[in-house]
């Protein structure tokens, strides 16, 4: 081929690329699971109101810089499955729920037994691998855990909403206890996550953290549940520069607590900031460290080392119950190490809890 026909072919492919549309140039709308092929090719993609048939995953996989609008409520069919009902994928996506729902059919399910028990339950009910943004989202009725997130770069997850109130009533399959169970809000195993201005109530953790770093969870309101957790922690886990601050805790099992297992080896938890938590009407601990679980203040591990635990900076205030303990901490043998602030730590109402296994608490008595 001549130098003037190679020429004249490029030029008529360089053509033929500039000329092809892009997906950052299209909507997709999706009103039906068939619709998500085809609208996750765009970069704006448009949520209409729909029921996810039982047993299927509403899975977007989306192109990076998405941008996703909820404009209806999405309703889950039931089927006793392992979910999760709803993923998303993708990086520097931002995701406009507009206060619209994610509605798991939660009592269709309860039966007090949560994941220990009963019928098999989807869980978690949505499963978030996003970075970006993730905004004014609300869940209605998870049949157990409702959020997983394990975001691949910065994450930040505000104004969302979760209800399970309903679950605090007993049903006819519950045997007297709260039908809603293992209602976890957040579990969270990642890095550089912030969780803000959102509103939990549910009966379990309103966040567990299982390892990570760089995670933030402020001004939140959790009702209902056992409080903010670190843990449980399993072996050859790290936790790193946790901050936990101006959140609202009320008739919880207890406002904080740290959580690791007693047959855990070789994991570090560390840099826990605790600043200007509010909690009322907390039913067992005001906070609750314990190396025992999955008992409460038993026989501590010490496979899991424990520092720079403190409450600094604004004052967290804590009212317990008459019948519960202030503060309890549970530690192995010389697994709880170095000096801890609690300066910032105000517990009133029921009686002292136990200090097991260590004296670097500082500015702090009961």
């Known amino acids: 081929m001549s130098t003037f026909l190679r020429l004249a072919s490029l030029l008529v492919f360089a053509r033929a690329v500039v000329s092809a549309p892009s997906a950052s140039d299209c909507t997709g709308t999706i009103?039906?699971?068939?619709?998500?092929?085809?609208?996750?090719?765009?970069?704006?993609?448009?949520?209409?109101?729909?029921?996810?048939p039982a047993g299927e995953?509403?899975?977007?996989?989306?192109?990076?810089?998405?941008?996703?609008?909820?404009?209806?409520?999405?309703?889950?069919?039931?089927k006793n499955w392992e979910g999760p009902l709803f993923q998303?994928?993708?990086?520097?996506?931002?995701?406009?729920?507009?206060?619209?729902?994610?509605d798991g059919n939660g009592p269709s399910y309860w039966d007090g037994q949560g994941g220990n028990g009963g019928v098999t339950k989807p869980a978690p009910m949505m499963k978030i691998k996003i970075s970006g943004t993730y905004t004014n989202v609300k869940v209605l009725n998870s049949p157990a855990r409702?959020?997983?997130?394990?975001?691949?770069?910065?994450l930040v997850m505000s104004k969302l909403t979760i209800d399970d109130s309903a679950g605090d009533a007993p049903n006819s399959k519950?045997?007297?206890?709260?039908?809603?169970?293992?209602?976890?809000?957040?579990?969270?195993?990642?890095?550089?996550?912030?969780?803000?201005?959102?509103?939990?109530?549910?009966?379990?953790?309103?966040?567990?953290?299982?390892?990570?770093?760089?995670?933030?969870?402020?001004?939140?309101?959790?009702t209902g549940g056992h409080g903010i957790?670190?843990?449980?922690?399993?072996?050859?886990?790290?936790?790193?520069?946790?901050?936990?601050?101006?959140?609202?805790?009320?008739?919880?099992?207890?406002?904080?607590?740290?959580?690791?297992?007693?047959?855990?080896?070789?994991?570090?938890?560390?840099?826990?900031?605790?600043?200007?938590?509010?909690?009322?009407?907390?039913?067992q601990f005001g906070v609750l460290i314990d190396q025992s679980y999955p008992d409460t203040l038993g026989k501590p591990g010490s496979g899991v080392q424990l520092s720079g635990v403190n409450f600094v900076g604004s004052t967290n205030t804590l009212s317990v119950n008459s019948d519960a303990m202030r503060v309890a901490v549970n530690c192995g043998s010389g697994s709880c190490t170095g000096s801890w602030d609690w300066s910032a730590l105000k517990v009133t109402g029921g009686s002292a809890g136990p200090i097991t296994n260590f004296n670097g608490i500082k500015n702090f008595s009961q």
């Open 229 to 283: 957790s670190v843990g449980s922690i399993d072996s050859d886990v790290t936790v790193s520069g946790i901050v936990i601050q101006d959140n609202i805790v009320q008739n919880n099992d207890q406002a904080l607590r740290i959580k690791t297992k007693a047959s855990s080896k070789d994991s570090t938890v560390t840099n826990i900031t605790y600043s200007g938590n509010t909690g009322t009407g907390l039913r």
């Open 31 to 52: 009103s039906s699971l068939d619709d998500v092929d085809d609208a996750v090719k765009c970069t704006t993609v448009n949520i209409n109101s729909f029921t996810v």
């Open 146 to 154: 409702v959020y997983s997130v394990s975001n691949p770069a910065a």
């Open 88 to 102: 998303i994928s993708g990086k520097s996506i931002t995701f406009n729920g507009n206060g619209h729902t994610f």
């Open 174 to 222: 519950s045997d007297g206890k709260a039908a809603g169970h293992n209602t976890d809000g957040f579990d969270c195993s990642t890095t550089d996550l912030t969780i803000e201005d959102s509103t939990i109530h549910n009966q379990d953790d309103c966040l567990a953290i299982n390892k990570g770093s760089n995670i933030v969870f402020q001004r939140n309101t959790c």
């Open 57 to 78: 995953t509403f899975n977007l996989e989306l192109a990076s810089g998405s941008t996703v609008n909820m404009l209806g409520d999405v309703t889950f069919g039931v």
